[in-house]
């Protein structure tokens, strides 16, 4: 793969990144994935909607926070429009900042955080998938140096100006792609209590995966100085999901019975319709797991065609 010599477009005069374009379809893919997912576990669709309103603004704002306190950025350039343009976004970052704002918008709706979160953390591993191939277009986030020819090929390495490195981007793009066809397969077909395990398995994957990858990175992608900061995090993220996730089965044994579904009442997790809005009316579908318990859906009644012709 050889070097980008222009890796944007022009459109009305406007400079767009290929980066930005990449991010845009993993984040628009990861929408109709939630919002389908919301559809198969028995929740309205509208909902996920109302989440990316407030979720993703909050998680690019987070992701440059991140980014701009770990790299040791002064405060003036953090939001210096000169500055966002010339990059500076931490996944990480932004997970933690998209998850936080979603707790809040459930919290205001009243609505099942955990429920939710199963429906949508786990599509953040495809937008993730994607989004990597945006550092292919920057050529950025790269691994070390390989010499030996015999290993300069293609998906193992990249070329950078002419050097061969180890293509970091691909290798995480391939394991959060298998991640997510895992989780998002598993909460397809899973109906039993408690919520919560699908979102956690997520930050138990995700975290695993970066505190892996990152010693590999290249040193001018390593956050922090002295202290590789997204490791840590990394590490933190994936023991607290372990831990939050033997805490939910510990919960869920001690009220139903079971570590996983229930003894003592209804076993599934997603039997009540959650609602998007007061008046939302469930019906028939086949995706909805549980969607046999609905009537069909009444059929449209036509609509008048104009107004009443004059008797004569």
């Known amino acids: 793969m050889n070097e980008l010599l222009n890796p944007s477009i022009t459109i009305f ?14 984040l628009v893919l990861a929408t109709c994935l939630s919002a389908l997912m919301m559809k198969r576990r028995n929740m309205s669709p509208d909902f ?4 990316f309103i407030f979720c993703i603004p909050s998680a690019l704002i987070c992701a440059r926070l991140y980014y701009c306190v770990t790299d040791g950025m002064h405060v003036s350039d953090w939001f210096r429009w000169e500055s966002i343009r010339s ?6 970052g932004g997970v933690l900042g ?6 809040i918008v459930c919290l205001v709706k009243r609505a099942n955080f955990f429920r939710a979160a199963d429906c949508v953390v786990p599509t953040i591993l ?14 950025e986030v790269y691994g070390s140096l390989i010499t030996d020819p015999a290993w300069q090929w293609f998906p193992w390495a990249v070329e950078i100006g002419g050097n061969y490195y180890h293509a970091l981007f691909f290798y995480e793009s391939v394991i959060n792609t298998i991640g997510f066809l895992l989780i998002y397969g598993a909460a397809w077909n899973f109906t039993k209590k ?6 956690f398995l997520y930050f138990a994957w995700y975290g695993s995966v970066r505190a892996l990858m990152e010693p590999l990175r290249n040193s001018q992608y390593i956050l922090g100085d002295g202290i590789m900061w997204s490791q840590v995090t990394s590490i933190i993220m994936a023991a607290a999901a372990l ?11 001690k009220k139903e019975g079971s570590l996983i579904g229930s003894r003592k009442g209804d076993p599934c997790a997603i039997t009540e319709f959650a609602k998007s809005y007061k008046d939302e009316v469930p019906y028939f579908s086949k995706i909805n797991l549980l969607g046999a318990n609905y009537p069909p859906k009444p059929a449209k009644t036509p609509k008048a065609k104009g107004k009443d012709k004059e008797k004569k």
Not at 48 to 51: A, E, N
Not at 98 to 103: K, N, T
């Open 13 to 26: 005069g406007f400079q767009i990144y290929y980066y930005a374009i990449v991010i845009v379809v993993g």
């Open 48 to 51: 996920v909607f109302t989440l």
């Open 87 to 92: 990059g500076g976004l931490s996944i990480l």
């Open 98 to 103: 998209g998850v936080l704002a979603g707790l």
């Open 126 to 139: 495809i937008a993730q998938a994607i989004g990597r191939w945006g550092n292919y277009f920057n050529q």
């Open 194 to 199: 408690p919520n919560g395990l699908f979102a």
């Open 243 to 253: 831990v939050a996730i033997a805490i939910l089965l510990a919960v869920n044994y």
